[in-house]
T-cell receptor
């Protein structure tokens, strides 16, 4: 059973634009929602993460918006740059350091 | 801080042989380590969770006799793929947590396994 659904599968954005990736989850027991960035042939790297008691978190050009009632969260990349071109994964985990459940991934391409 | 390394970064082996992949936490003690497998253009799939000194917990559908996991110390976990077959060719990634209550996982750079 797919517990974290991510969309879109791929995204093309012009340099300077806003990239938006969405995720929806099913299990209300999840309490940690990270976003990872992965370049080809590399391991994923944590970008930003949020807990359900916060509706928004911003770090530099990256913002997570969290809607607990809708069980959805999204990543916004402001002023997107070609160097942001990568695959992005949302994830969710259970309390107390439980396993991560990953979304399907979004391949982002930022055109110069 | 919180650096995780993997060795080797890539390996080619013949069908029927075994290959060992190491995962090390370089600057922290990892209470829990995780092993993931990732096929091209796909997401990360959890294979197993391991805690130092205890048996690994395998995800549903993962053969524990084929994918042997040893977590001998707080800084080292190994994954051994036994009797490898071409369908085992994949990108294997480990991660580690610093604290049993810490949700953040620190990922290694991955190991590309090709079975010929």
């Amino acid at each position: 059973q797919q517990q974290v659904k991510q969309s879109p599968q791929s995204l093309i954005v012009q340099k300077g634009g806003i990239s938006i990736i969405n995720c929806a989850y099913e299990n209300t027991a999840f309490d940690y929602f990270p976003w990872y960035q992965q370049f080809p042939g590399k391991g994923p790297a944590l970008l930003i993460a949020i807990r359900p008691d916060v509706s928004e978190k911003k770090e530099g050009r990256f913002t997570i918006s969290f809607n607990k009632s809708a069980k959805q969260f999204s990543l916004h990349i402001m002023d997107s740059q070609p160097g942001d071109s990568a695959t992005y994964f949302c994830a969710a985990s259970y309390p107390q350091g439980g396993k991560l459940i990953f979304g399907q991934g979004t391949e982002l391409s930022v055109k110069p | 801080g919180a650096v995780v390394s993997q060795h080797p970064s890539w390996v080619i082996c013949k069908s029927g042989t075994s290959v060992k992949i190491e995962c090390r936490s370089l600057d922290f003690q990892a209470t829990t380590m995780f092993w993931y497998r990732q096929f091209p253009k796909q997401s990360l799939m959890l294979m197993a969770t391991s805690n130092e000194g205890s048996k690994a917990t395998y995800a549903q559908g993962v053969e524990k006799d084929k994918f042997l996991i040893n977590h001998a110390s707080l800084t080292l976990s190994t994954l051994t793929v036994t009797s490898a077959h071409p369908e085992d060719s994949s990108f294997y990634i480990c991660s580690a947590t610093r604290d049993s209550l810490d949700a953040e996982q620190y990922f290694g750079p991955g190991t590309r396994l090709t079975v010929t």
